[in-house]
């Protein structure tokens, strides 16, 4: 096993762990600057304070693109580790909360919610998914899930007047806190068989025999039960409609892709590393035994093809009959998680990195479609009905050229990331032999088709019968847009780049060691 570097060394430290010292930092910084700034006015404050926060989220990509994504390292004591799986789904995460940060100077100045407080939880967020994905051991997986958890919490009942925001808000803590109780029940039920909370030292300690175990496979079982909590699959979704309808648009935006990435990444780094043969495949002697693992993939697999499927059918399904279009994309995101899972389920190279870009591009169609739906609200809840979208096409030409692009993206449809997305994921599940549920998922696609195109129906095809007047746009608003339509257009022509860098962070996966 090669030579691991346990010290103590802020070199070392900042090597690996830059990005979150940099938001932990300054996220504490900001909270001084927002009380330096307390003589200012309100928009005032929040546009510095804004602004601030952007910078960060820059500074902190450009340390994890240029400095972290050659290291191989693990520092404090073994915790955390830089490996590209890991600092891509941390890009993902930071490039998420970048662009919130961008959408919520406008959303905030329309909403009357301009405080420092809100792009401090932001950053919080951000840095506790960073950690959540970084982590090597168990423990510190929980402590860093719920860092991000609170934060996010607090950033969902962040509307204080609004009984919507505050029942949502209350509904995602108590389910929250379920999946991460399931969590660590099945943490502290490995450690107790293992006697350890490192996932290296997992997968060496039960590829001797104990992975055959039923006190084993309860805890396996408990742990991924909150990671399916966190990636919204049926049947634990229940919380997703009420928090996503009741949350900010922009908070609703972030959560929909970054919390996402951080739960999609941590699950396949444990399933795959403490629980399945990858460790065999990094040529380590020392992880030869690990192949034994191969042995779990009948538990696991079955229960993952059933959660996919029940997630595409029961997400596009349920979203047909809503409304709102907060709640429609709320399932439309459940339905997402099943895609995404057909790579986790294919177990291959090819599934990983479809899982990897899937994230990257849903990351910008997501954003984008809700930083769109916040500039029609103009003042939250003010225009979130269907019916309300009617016509807005030809009103705002811009606005509903947009809309139309990322629906048609989180369609499926070329020529988008949407659509390269799903042909990763799907061809890694047919290279795998799951045609059926291949098949089927292609089938439930074709349904939620059905529903983004009906916005767009709405936008062109339908006379206005409400007026609706669209908030006032900030120009980091314009910018975030023009970003994510871009990125939408180009991995749609142009994929293989991103598809490349994926498939090189999903081989680090086998050297977490």
């Known amino acids: 096993m090669n030579e691991i570097n346990l010290s103590f060394d802020f070199y070392h430290l900042w090597e690996v762990c830059g990005g979150q010292l940099i938001l932990i930092v300054a996220g504490l910084l900001l909270m001084i600057i927002d009380m330096l700034l307390l003589d200012k006015d309100a928009e005032t404050r929040g546009k510095y304070i804004g602004w601030l926060t952007v910078f960060i989220f820059v500074a902190t990509l450009g340390h994890m693109v240029y400095r972290q994504w050659d290291i191989h390292d693990i520092v404090f004591m073994g915790v955390f580790s830089a490996d590209k799986f890991s600092v891509f789904i941390s890009i993902v995460m930071v490039f998420s909360g970048f662009l919130a940060a961008l959408m919520s100077m406008g959303y905030l100045r329309n909403n009357a919610l301009m405080k420092g407080e809100y792009y401090i939880l932001l950053i919080y967020a951000v840095a506790g998914a960073i950690g959540l994905v970084q982590s090597v051991d168990l423990l510190m997986m929980f402590i860093t899930l719920e860092v991000m958890s609170l934060a ?3 950033l969902a009942a962040f509307i204080k007047e609004s009984p919507f925001s505050q029942e949502g808000a209350l509904k995602y803590f108590l389910l929250g806190s379920f999946g991460s109780a399931f969590f660590l029940f099945g943490v502290a039920l490995i450690y107790g068989l293992t006697g350890s909370v490192n996932i290296t030292s997992i997968a060496l300690a039960i590829s001797g025999g104990l992975y055959q175990s039923l006190p084993l496979l309860v805890g396996f079982a408990m742990i991924l039960v909150g990671f399916f909590f966190k990636m919204a699959m049926v049947p634990f979704h229940m919380w997703t409609p009420d928090v996503y309808e009741g949350a900010p648009s922009v908070v609703t935006g972030f959560m929909a892709t970054a919390v996402k990435a951080a739960a999609f990444g941590v699950c396949i780094k444990v399933l795959y590393v403490s629980f399945g043969p990858i460790l065999a495949n990094s040529g380590q002697p020392d992880f030869a035994s690990t192949v034994s693992l191969s042995a779990l993939a009948p538990y696991w697999k079955p229960v993952v093809w059933w959660l996919a499927l029940l997630s595409m059918f029961f997400g596009n399904l349920i979203a047909v009959s809503q409304t709102n279009i907060k709640r429609m994309l709320a399932y439309s995101s459940i339905a997402h998680a099943g895609y995404m899972s057909l790579g986790i389920l ?8 479809g899982v990897l870009f899937y994230l990257f ?14 500039i029609i609200d103009g003042k939250e809840r003010t225009a979130q009905n269907l019916e309300d979208y009617r016509g807005l096409g030809y009103k705002y030409p811009a606005l509903g050229f947009l809309m139309g692009l ?17 042909f990763y994921v799907f061809y890694a599940a047919i290279k795998e032999g799951y045609f059926l549920l291949a098949a089927l998922g292609i089938l439930t ?3 939620g088709a059905y529903y983004y195109l009906r916005v767009i129906y709405m936008m062109y095809m339908k006379e206005e019968i409400k007026e609706v007047v669209r908030g006032p746009v900030a120009a980091p608003t314009v910018i975030a847009l023009v970003i994510t339509a871009l990125g939408v257009l180009y991995l749609g022509i142009l994929p293989e780049k991103l598809a490349n860098i994926a498939n090189v962070a999903q081989q680090g996966l086998s050297v977490i060691f």
């Open 445 to 447: 696609s074709v349904i």
């Open 346 to 353: 294919a177990a291959n190279g090819d599934g990983r990195m």
């Open 361 to 374: 591009a849903y990351t910008l169609m997501n954003i984008g479609a809700f930083g769109v739906v916040y």
């Open 406 to 422: 990322f629906l048609v993206a989180m369609a499926g449809l070329p020529p988008t990331a949407g659509f390269v997305a799903k």
């Open 152 to 154: 996010v919490y607090a």
